[in-house]
């Protein structure tokens, strides 16, 4: 592959956007960098760290970390969320009440777009960018699918009234813009044809291969039934709403990030992305990510296998790295269907794969061939828990040559996620964003679900966040003491 010198990582667009600019990553190699010295368990300025914030935020935010860190209060939440109970007003304005005060308050960036808009400012204040997403998912039908659009649509929109580089990137679940059962349907053919080559399937695209060996297609025991005419022509209309969207996010020059979701639904999730990507990757243009959720035993090749097809046919390969959100609902169905889970066994499994995957990427990255967004919260430490993950990405982008502000690797955290990380990868340099879901409380209580399940005790656990806020509140507590000796 030639290597082009100067070419600059932004092409000027002619949309009147104001942030109108279309991505292009470069194929140029920046001057190598020595690797440094990072130790984020330590921050160089712990005060002008914590500086822009509160002293109430903190006793806030402690509380909270302290709350969603018990898990027999997780327990309780969790069971009224999703119990028949929530049907009854009292209880449902209790548990409303409950939920905006606390986890809700903590996960979310607000309401509405305009609540996010300010969370998203006082972050920019921060020296963090924001992903904003509007917490929808699992739409039961096209008029919702619809209604679903037109909110990303907004969201879009507002950027251009937020600073530039404010926001790093939309986002959206597909299954918000396609009915989830036509997502099921599609997904249970595009497996037995992965097994069953001859079985053809008249609407499907020439796509790059998003199925490997390594795949488990337990979903589906025998033929399934072909999409109906009706079901054809949703699956065309989901593709529509994805193309307006990411026809918007070029506009306005925002990167878009589609979520990966549970098993049963994602090949259909990541069939649907490579279409978009063919159509709004190509060359040097990188614009649609997809997710790949390090939990799941398969990803690593399927992380490889898209890379590779993408390159192949000339696209540029974007994609954000998770560990994954859905391990209990995964475990329950492969137990149902009398199956093997998808995900690893151990949580060092899916450290070693989500670490192979950072690599992978990053080589990728470092040679023009795509961009990857290091979506991690968790310190993964040595044998003498000297260094995180993070730690070592930071200390490899730059050991490949990449400018730390260079747009091709980017880290990125969950609002109320290792907040302390995030600022301290921000104090060095790095490009690093918020993940800011928000929308009606009633409406994001599948996502503030998953992610008090997901990180059940692990708030509490992370001594690194606990042990920094707690030594600014002690600061701050003390300090007039000590100026009154």
Known sequence: MAWRSGRPLFKQSTSSGSLGRTLYFSRWR??????????????????????????????????????????????????????????????????????????????????NIEEASETLQRMWELGLRGILDYGLEDAIDNASCDRNLEKFLQVVRQTSLLPQGSVSSSCVKLSAVCPIELLERVSNLLRWQHVNRGFKLPWKQDVIPFLSENSLVYHVTSPPEPLTKEEEANLVSAHERLTRLCKACEQEGLPLLIDAEYSSVQPAIDYIIHAAAAEFNKGAQLLVYGTVQAYLKDSFSRLKLAARGSQYRGLSYGVKLVRGAYMSRESRLA???????????????????????????????????????????????????????????????????????????????????????????????????KYLAFGPVEDVIPYLVRRTEENRGLLRKTLIERQSISAEISRRVLRPLRLQQ
């Open 335 to 433: 137990s149902s269907l009398g199956a093997l889970a998808p995900t690893h066994s151990n949580i060092e499994e899916t450290h070693r794969c989500y670490d192979a995957c950072a690599a992978f990427m990053l080589e990728q990255a470092a040679h023009g061939d795509g961009a990857v967004v290091l979506a991690t919260h968790n310190v993964k430490c040595s044998a003498i828990l000297a260094s995180t993950f993070c730690q070592e990405a930071a200390a490899k982008v730059q050991e490949l040559g990449f400018s730390k502000e260079n747009p091709r690797v980017q880290f990125a955290q969950l609002k109320g996620m290792a907040d302390v990380l995030s600022l301290r990868l921000a104090q060095e340099g790095f490009r690093v964003s």
């Open 30 to 111: 920046t001057t190598k960098a020595r690797p440094f010295p990072l130790d984020l368990q330590q921050s160089k300025d712990e005060e002008g760290l914590f500086g822009e914030f509160k002293t109430l935020e903190f006793l806030k935010i402690y509380g909270n970390v302290q709350l969603i860190g018990m898990g027999p209060v997780v327990d309780l939440g969790v069971k009224v969320l999703t119990s028949p109970w929530m049907e009854v007003y009292p209880v449902r304005a209790v548990a409303l009440w409950g939920v905006k005060h606390t986890v809700y308050s903590h996960f979310c960036a607000g309401q």
